[in-house]
């Protein structure tokens, strides 16, 4: 008997042990720093945009929740730094994000109780229409946001009340880093907890879970808000970063491309989002200056050919890779 | 007084006209995806092919009007076929994300190939003399580019209605859109009706992508641009549902154009609202069955 | 005794097609109850209506005594009442250990807190191995539920019920699609069953129902036909006439 609990809990274990290909992508985002100092600028829109994805996988790898609206949270947390900085004049970076953080959670939660009743093309169509509408609203509600033409005016104080904006971006690129492994760190606590895995089994057979008495509804409620929160996060960074906002970060398009690069690291594993949207972004860099349209081809046929041959993303193959050669 | 009755009439019949051109291209969409179940997003990409083949058609071969919309609704039904066979195909029994994705990367490849080939700005043709101008109805007179798409949509409709109401492949395809199991255990060849349906549905957005040129422009943004409408009248009007999808069109057209007239800034809105009211309160859409 | 599990004038019907007419069924605490009846008699439909996978048209679900009719399914269970499927309905890409052990997580009340590592709940792997060994299936713990016999995951489907320490069961079809070389470790499992558990079973093999059921309940065209012991049901004219007649195994 006692064997048996040994062998159970050391296989439980197991999966969410840390092991050492963890440390790569840290590695790799530190030697950044030194190694490409003038490509800090766009290191943190990578990094942003690793922590959007990363809240993406939370609801769409963990619980199975398709979604084509992500960006409504993104935009709502993008929105509400801009202005909290904007028509208030409150620009203390840490909070100022985390109220964007506040604010993605609160649109998560409210949009979430009421559509995650809904499911297939149905739930599709209404994540869809509701960034869309979120972003029509901040259209019409210019005085605001700025309408069409963005909101300007944001202005954020020094980092700490002593590490201010540099021209090379190093400040920023810090601080995204910081807030990544923060986000980093709750989600792979979430995954592994029974919570984490109650979401595994609703993707897995939603059916079962309510034969288990699982609140199936609440649950999604609640990832849905924790993912909507760091989404707003996500966004309240790139309102800092940039001081500007406009309606593209509500697009249909920004939430097609955080999909795209999920789906292309991989999803429900975390690091799919860092692979992902790292590959994505330097290809994109490199490639649109040469030929928008080679690099817009490119991305369409690497997504068909993700989706025929290698559904489970650039680590999922890499993973498959191993197991061959062993 | 009459300016107020004029600018209703006028709202009317441009909505009406938008509305019929939004039921031609979508819907084929509505069909494929209530019989075979698969979300494409790249539906907006065959009716982009139509429109540019009628302009190579029309300006590099000089084919008059109504002949290249034929032949380029023809042609974009034949080249979606291995389409439907080789990728669509291979993903029926999966779930919708993998559907999305893989007409989203569709898309992308379309909408670079037009720009690579095209140029990125607008398109535009010489409609024949007989659809410019305006056209005196009785009751009333009418740009007649417009009248001509409503009644190419009026047609389309009778088409349809006949198609799926008076022919055999018609009551296969509802059969099969109704309960493809059952159709199939019956005899009915499911994959055959797949391509035509697939073809049939392709070949109207191509005619759409054709009347739009004049109407809502061709640009490469097309397919990308118009894909939330048409999956807002497919879904709105329940999937499979050509009735549906007509009356989820002329709502979407009429609203859009009312939108857009009376309130320049935020006239989208309305749509989108409207959206999401209908699909909270009918998830399956005005007139969809489980 | 106390009644466990009664149903009072239950109605169900899918558009015009009426699958369940007016059921009155009780069972007392401990009872072990087979429902039988021909395929589409309405049996399965009558479990989801128990158990609030679906809402009735007419009629109340009783558990114990209370009227749990507008509880969520989720609701039911935490106050004692579970089933199983007649199709598989478990996680096939997660091991054995793991499909109990989401369970028990759920029971446990550890499925809220998304702090605490799964694994670190020791009290759950604890009864997990446990149950597992009940039902023999303690080889099998790290094996994904895909990998399984059929007959093997029918008892991973028992064990996910059992997981819930439930006051009333109710089986659909415990060993349907399993050889019969095999089918008698299920059955073996299920006679083992506590004895303080109310227990429903749907089955179509007369020879099971016949050894294991105190009581009968012949469900046809969604109506209760009969009602009784099995050797009052043995000697029915009518369930004789509709259901027997043809040598016993339906
Ligand atoms: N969700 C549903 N929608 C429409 N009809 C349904 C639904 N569920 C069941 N039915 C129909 O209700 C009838 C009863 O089905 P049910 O599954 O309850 O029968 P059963 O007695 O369990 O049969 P079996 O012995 O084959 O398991 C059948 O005719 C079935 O087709
Ligand atoms: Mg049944």
Redesign the interface.
Known sequence: ?TE??Q???H???E??RWRWPEALPWLAIVAAFFIVPDYLALGTQIVIAIIFALSLDLI?GYAGI?T?GHAAYFGAGAYATGMLSAHLGWGEPISAMLFGGIIGGLAGFISGW?LLR?H???L???T???A??MQ??A??A?EWTG?FDGLVGISIWPLLGTFDYDLWGKTYYCFAVVVLLVCFLVAR??V???????L??IK??V??????????HG?LV?IYT?SAAMAGVAGGLFAESNAYVTLDVLS??RS?VV??ML?LGGTGRLYGAFVGTAVYMTLEDELAKLS??????G??????V???FF?RGLLGALEDLRVRRS | MGQVANAAIVILFDGVAYGMLLFIMSVGLSITMGLMGFVNLAHGGFAMAGGYVLVSLMVGLGVPFIAALVLAAVFVAVLSIPFERYLYRRLYEADELDHVLLSIGLVLMATAAITFIYGPSAVSITVPDYLNGQVDLGFGTFPAYRTFTIGVGGLLILGLWYGFEGTIIGAKIRAAVDNRRMAQSIGINVDRLFVIAFALGSGLAALGGGLAIEIIGMEPTFALTYLVFFLIVVAVGGLGSIRGAFVAALLLGLIDTAGKYLWPDGGAFFIYAVTITILLIRPLGLFGRA | MTVALETVGLGKSFGALQVTRDVHLSLAAGDRHALIGPNGAGKTTLVNLMSGALAPDQGQVLLAGRDITTLSQARRVKQGLARTYQINQLFADLSVLENVVISLSERAGAGWNPWRRSSANSAVIDEAVVILAQLDLQDHALSLVRELPYGRQRLVEIAMTLAQRPSVMLLDEPAAGVPSAESHIILDVIAALPDHIAVLIIEHDMDIVFRFATTITVLVAGAILAQGSPADIANDEQVQAVYLGDGGDV
Request: proline share 2%.
């Open positions: 008997m048996h609990y062998t159970a809990r296989f439980l274990r999966r969410e769409l398709i084509l009421v809904y297939g093309l149905t599709l169509m209404l869809l229409t509701t869309i509408l029509e609203t259209n019409a210019e309408g606590t979430i592994h907890s029974a919570f984490g895995r109650s595994v089994g897995g057979n059916e079962r879970m309510h034969g288990v008495g699982t609140p199936v649950r609640t924790i249909f398009s097609g999909l795209i789906v928008p349209e080679f690099w817009e081809f991305i369409g046929l690497l997504l068909v993700v989706v025929l559904r």
